[in-house]
């Protein structure tokens, strides 16, 4: 039987070539085995093409689902209410200065509520967590000393502190971005891993390998091809 690796990949922020690049990467890395992705969210606004990145995905997941995990990030969430019809000029204002003019240039369209409607209605889908033997997989994080089951959307979706600076033992380790690394390289803690390396503001899109044999990743690989 194939050895089981996982890909989790950090927030892509419309940067369709470094997610092409980073694919090409893990697919070397990934030859001749079982292998599983899971993206954990922000994948419109701020870069170039959120338009060919929603795309990708939702190809991606039409093909291979069980391979291709896609959660909410935050900015998912804010391109949603930005669309509804019932939204408020707050709720607009809001995602258009977060990055959503990039996200309307994208489609070429003047108005959240013009983005193809397959791609909102696919948006609006997505899950905000995924779980497995090992370790939960989170846009944002989790509240500490609050149970995995009890944790709000908006905490999965939006928290910095006190999870960032806690030492807890949160149940499950717990796989993140949301909140870009200074150095640009993954931030690996006792309880937790930040994926978000900066990619729509310079940084690379970073992908942590995970087997099934133990929790921490076992290496990280990058848009650029380099593996650690």
């Not at 470094?18 to 990934?30: E, F, P, R």
């Not at 149940?171 to 640009?184: D, K, L």
């Amino acid at each position: 039987m194939a050895d089981s690796i996982a890909f989790a990949v950090g927030d892509i922020h419309g940067c369709f070539d470094k997610l092409t690049a980073l694919m090409a990467a893990c697919d070397s890395v990934g030859a001749g085995k079982t292998v599983q992705f899971v993206f954990i969210g922000d994948y419109v606004d701020r870069g170039p093409d959120t338009s060919k990145v929603v795309d990708f995905l939702i190809e991606k997941q039409l093909e291979e689902e069980d391979r291709f995990i896609c959660l909410r990030g935050n900015h998912e969430e804010l391109l949603i209410r930005a669309a509804c019809r019932d939204r408020t000029d707050r709720d607009l204002m809001n995602w258009w200065a977060n990055g959503g003019e990039q996200t309307l240039d994208s489609y070429g369209v003047n108005d959240p509520s013009d983005l193809p409607a397959d791609h909102l209605a696919w948006i609006k889908t997505l899950p905000p967590t995924f779980g497995d033997a090992r370790r939960l997989f989170v846009h944002a994080g989790v509240r500490p000393g609050v149970s995995i089951a009890a944790q709000t959307e908006r905490d999965l979706l939006w928290i910095r502190e006190p999870f960032l600076s806690s030492e807890e033992n949160h149940g499950a380790f717990i796989v993140h971005g949301h909140t870009p690394t200074r150095s640009r390289l993954p931030d690996l803690r006792p309880n937790r891993l930040n994926i978000d390396t900066g990619a729509c503001f310079g940084g690379p899109l970073t992908a942590a390998i995970f087997s099934d044999r133990r929790t921490p990743p076992i290496n990280f690989v990058n848009d650029a091809g380099t593996m650690w």
